[in-house]
């Protein structure tokens, strides 16, 4: 292998999570939430809450390999790990504020009938029954969204 | 209306107001009920020491089962409680008991108040020692997390602020200041059994006695704590401490033989003529005061994808005075209890279905007597002064709410093991073996 194909196969392995399907972060319709930072969206799936929000929002999960992909991106760690996370939470006697849904279907209906919430969705499946905010002053259209 | 008529009538619309209020699965309203539970059931098994329960001939009796409801019961107001029947050796018998109830009132976004019957900050992994799915290891490090200091420690009745900061640069940081008493459930369980024996072993007074003590009543008058986490800016990293001091007051009396021939040599004391020892002797009551200087734990966690590495040290500083009145002579006994605990935790994540864990922890039930003299001295053997424990971990995830888990123990010492479970005395090098299988929903 020569220098310059090798380095074709490093690039081509990096540039690999860049062509990443977007993962649309989205709110209700009438919530005040424009846009969050990275550390907002992180600090809100820890369950630290949003800026400006002093309700306790309630976090939407998407089963699936969404659900992966979304943890491994916001939160650096792995589903088995938020899964422990949360799971601490909940036998330790705090607030457990994960809503499961396992269709995307479900995760628009959630957020479309709570104003108190966060959730995602593939690209595909955005309406408008729900609300993407952009993530560090980015839409889910540019090539440079950070959730992937 | 019959009276069972009327306890239908009475019991059906409240079941439909909480089959309806609970969550099956799809989307609901952000305010119902939440229900999580689990339930557990080991074996444990080991060589020359009974650990806990009798587990030389191996036993069942190590298992658990958790019931829990939390609700969001107005603006920034959510309360939960759970309900914990346990069963290891003598401790727990499957009683139902009420594990944590709380209020949790949120002041502002990351600033609120608790009360109720709240967990103890000990270490990172008290709060949730009773749940398998929340670690490797079928027990939680015993250098550190002693399974006898349960009962003692688990939870307090009280109230705590707490607050969680995001301090820029710096990274998240959890605060919590609480003040309350602990529920002491049994007086005579292992905890207070073996600390008891620890002061009593080492008053001169009694040197070369058989004695055991029987605890009468046991009240905590106050602790207070705080517990410090720092999420350092680098992903996966968080360090902490905990702080905890208090007050307990106790009676009791002891009960065996003593030499009193020997124990009164150079006191100044004086046999009646003619007597050489008391045998069949049962003190009068008497008082115990336990002041809680600190009991102190540092933590530190660094998680990496599949990787997990921890590292806890206890120390704790118990001032203990003990009034008493043994044969006719007054005296007021003050002595220490001095722990010193470590450990050093590794786990991997090989598959979804294979996790594996690796130990290693030493525990000394009074950290100026590492070496054992003073227990020697006492008429003990020098191992009980530690317990060095290598641990092996295996879990299997069986499924999305089950798994099974096989751990093995290689020890050496019995640093604050039950005497009472071990009447034959005790061997420096054991093994212990354990299996669980846990499912929760």
């Known amino acids: 292998m020569t220098i310059r194909s090798f380095l074709l196969a490093v690039s081509l392995l990096l540039a690999v999570p860049a062509l990443a399907d977007p993962i649309v972060v989205v709110v209700n319709p009438a919530s005040p939430i424009q846009e969050l930072t990275s550390k907002e969206l992180k600090a809100a799936y820890e369950g630290y809450g949003l800026p400006d929000i002093s309700e306790e929002i309630t976090l939407v ?88 | 209306m019959t009276r069972r008529r009327w306890r239908w009538a009475l019991l059906t619309p409240a079941l439909l107001a909480l089959a ?41 009796e190590f298992s658990e089962a958790i019931i829990n409801f939390s609700t969001k019961a107005g603006d920034n107001l959510r309360v939960g409680m759970q309900l914990l029947a346990r069963d290891m050796g003598a401790e727990g018998n499957n009683t139902v008991g009420l594990d944590w109830a709380y209020g949790d009132y949120r002041l502002r976004k990351n600033l609120g108040i608790r009360f109720g019957k709240l967990k103890s900050h000990i270490g990172m992994y008290n709060k949730g020692r009773d749940v398998d799915m929340l670690r ?36 998240r940081f959890n605060l919590e200041a609480y003040l309350g008493t602990l529920p002491v459930r049994d007086p005579n369980s292992s905890f207070w059994q073996s600390n008891l024996r620890l002061v009593t072993n080492r008053l001169a007074f009694l040197q070369g006695a058989n004695l055991t003590p029987t605890i009468t009543e046991m009240t905590v008058r106050y602790v207070a704590g705080g517990m410090l986490m720092w999420h350092a800016p680098v992903t996966g990293l968080r ?24 124990a009164l040599a150079g006191s100044g004391l004086e046999l009646p003529p003619g007597a050489s020892s008391v045998k069949g002797l049962r003190s009068q009551p008497f008082s115990m005061d336990v002041d809680i200087e600190q009991l102190l734990t540092a933590s530190a966690e660094y998680s990496w994808r599949d990787l997990l590495l921890a590292a806890e040290l206890l120390y704790t500083h118990f001032d203990v ?121």
């Open chain 2, 136 to 171: 490797t290891p079928v027990l939680l490090p015993q250098s550190v997390y002693d399974e006898t200091t349960r009962d003692f420690a688990h939870s307090y009745n009280g109230f705590s602020i707490y607050a969680n900061p995001l301090v820029p640069v710096a990274g």
């Open chain 2, 321 to 441: 005075t003990v009034d008493i009145d043994l044969a006719g002579v007054p005296i007021q006994l003050p002595t220490e209890v001095k722990w010193q605990g470590y450990y050093l935790m590794g786990t991997y994540r090989f598959s979804d279905l294979l996790e594996v864990g690796a130990t290693y922890g030493q525990f000394y039930p009074n950290r100026d007597d590492k070496d054992g003299r003073d227990v020697v001295a006492q008429g003990g053997q020098a191992f009980e002064a530690w317990r060095e424990n290598i641990a092996l971990s295996c879990r299997l995830d069986l499924g999305e709410n089950w798994l099974a888990k096989l751990e093995a123990h290689r020890m050496d010492g019995v640093g604050l093991m039950s005497a009472q479970l071990n009447p034959q005395g005790f061997d420096r090098n054991w093994y212990l073996f354990l299996a669980k299988v846990s499912a929760h929903f």
């Open chain 1, 61 to 148: 999960y998407l089963r699936g390999d969404i659900e992966d992909a979304f943890n491994l991106s916001v939160l650096g760690i792995s589903s088995k790990k938020v899964k422990v996370y949360w799971l601490r939470r909940v036998f330790e006697g705090e607030s457990d504020l994960r809503r499961i849904c396992k269709t995307p279907a479900e995760v628009r209906r959630f957020v479309s009938e709570n104003a108190d919430c966060i959730g995602f969705l593939p690209v595909p499946e955005l309406d408008e029954s729900v609300r993407a905010i952009s993530i560090d002053g980015t839409p889910h259209s540019d090539p440079g969204y950070p959730v992937k």
């Open chain 2, 20 to 60: 309806l209020a609970i969550p099956l699965g799809g989307p609901a309203a952000a305010s119902d009920i939440r229900i999580h539970g689990l339930v557990s059931q080991g074996y444990m098994r080991s060589t020359d020491n009974n650990f806990l329960a009798d587990t030389e001939n191996g036993s069942f």
């Open chain 2, 239 to 262: 360090l902490g401490g905990n702080l905890i001091k208090g007050q307990i007051e106790g009676t009791a009396f002891l009960e065996g033989t003593v030499p009193l021939s020997e």
